[in-house]
């Protein structure tokens, strides 16, 4: 059974990076799909922040991109997420998930959610 | 602004067929999935491609598309079947994902 896992801080300063890292088990990270991280500020809808491959290639929201890095760890079989500069804009429950990369991609298994709050 | 866009609420009678909509150009050159989503957890797909459901999700729930349109039907809505639904697709360029803006569905 493929499982996942958010761990990082729930509180982030203003103007500070927000670090998240997934852990997945039950799945190798390297054997193939893809892996993305989608965000969902509380009482909103979902966010698609970004995707990234087991070989390093990604793929990001363009209204994110100046501020997010999304990389991969095979060895820990984790992929991270860091978003720079953040505002009370970036709080949010950030969910990572696995990415099954069809003409349609989908996400197939989904972490449970982690808030990330920002304040001062 | 969502490319892609759904009715905020939707209700339907307990055991009667309610049909959720997804409109986006994209739609007419990729298909949409469909995620339920309770209050508190985490979304779970319930349609993918054409029409698929994966292992666990009941066969009330299909799926089609027309045109720029993308639908998710529920045929006899159940009590626990009560949740914010998203439709996910490709953005109009075809590279990066995109979610609509959900519809909160209600069962009466």
């Known amino acids: 059974q493929v499982q996942l896992q958010e761990s990082g801080p729930g509180l982030v300063k203003p103007s500070e990076t927000l670090s998240l890292t997934c852990t997945v088990s039950g799945y190798s990270i390297s054997s193939a799909y893809y892996w993305g991280w989608i965000r969902q500020p509380p009482g909103k809808g979902l966010e698609w922040i970004g995707n990234?491959?087991?070989?390093?290639?990604?793929f990001y929201n363009p209204s994110l991109k100046s501020r997010i890095t999304i990389s991969v760890d095979t060895s820990k079989n984790q992929f991270s997420l860091k978003l720079s500069s953040v505002t009370v804009a970036d709080t949010a429950v950030y969910y990572c998930?696995?990415?099954?990369?069809?003409?349609?991609?989908?996400?197939?298994?989904w972490g449970q959610g982690t808030l990330v709050s920002v304040s001062s | 602004s969502s490319e892609l866009t759904q009715d905020p609420a939707v209700s339907v009678a307990l055991g009667q067929t309610v049909r959720i909509t997804c409109q986006g150009d994209s739609l007419r050159s990729y298909y949409a999935s469909w995620y339920q989503q309770k209050p508190g957890q985490a979304p779970v797909l319930v349609i993918y491609?054409?029409?698929n459901r994966p292992s666990g999700i009941p066969d009330r729930f299909s799926g089609s598309t027309s045109g720029n349109t993308a639908s998710m039907t529920i045929t006899g809505a159940q009590a626990e079947d009560e949740a914010d639904y998203y439709c996910k697709s490709r953005d109009s360029s075809g590279n990066l994902m995109v979610f609509g803006g959900g519809t909160k569905l209600t069962v009466l």
């Open positions: 990234i491959y087991h070989s390093g290639n990604t």
């Open positions: 998930a696995r990415v099954v990369a069809t003409i349609a991609p989908y996400f197939d298994y």
């Open positions: 491609g054409k029409n």
